[in-house]
């Protein structure tokens, strides 16, 4: 099993940044790559980034790229995603999740882990 924490999440203002955090535990070396999705209220969850976790393929949601990077850290078992510009309507609960295969990256019922959210939300 593999168990993802996210932090990082809050209140900023619209222009502004947030760095994203998701610690991987347990079986990490199972591990292919890792997703970042959100969900507004009253939506469905959406695709946001991805990284591979042995690799660096990266793929991010055309909505937002250009205003996201996302890394990791191995040693750390630790991904983060950095949101620049943000506006009003990022304003979502951000998930990282885990999947053991390749897979379709935006799928998110393709990922096998998640965690538990973190809210970000963005001031007009």
């Known amino acids: 099993q593999v168990q993802l924490v996210e932090s990082g999440g809050g209140l900023v203002q619209a222009g502004g940044s947030l760095r994203l955090s998701c610690a991987a535990s347990?079986?990490?070396?199972?591990?292919?790559?890792m997703g970042w999705f959100r969900q507004a209220p009253g939506k469905e969850r959406e695709f946001v980034a991805f990284?591979?976790?042995?690799?660096?393929?990266?793929y991010y949601t055309e909505s937002m790229k250009g205003r996201l990077t996302v890394s990791r850290d191995n040693a750390k078992n630790t991904v983060y995603l950095q949101m620049d510009s943000l506006k009003p309507e990022d304003t979502a609960v951000y998930y990282c999740a885990a999947t053991r295969r390749p897979t379709l990256v935006a799928s998110a019922g393709d990922y096998d882990y998640w965690g538990q959210g973190t809210q970000v939300t963005v001031s007009s």
């Open positions: 347990g079986r990490t070396f199972i591990i292919y790559g």
């Open positions: 990284i591979q976790w042995g690799g660096s393929s990266t």
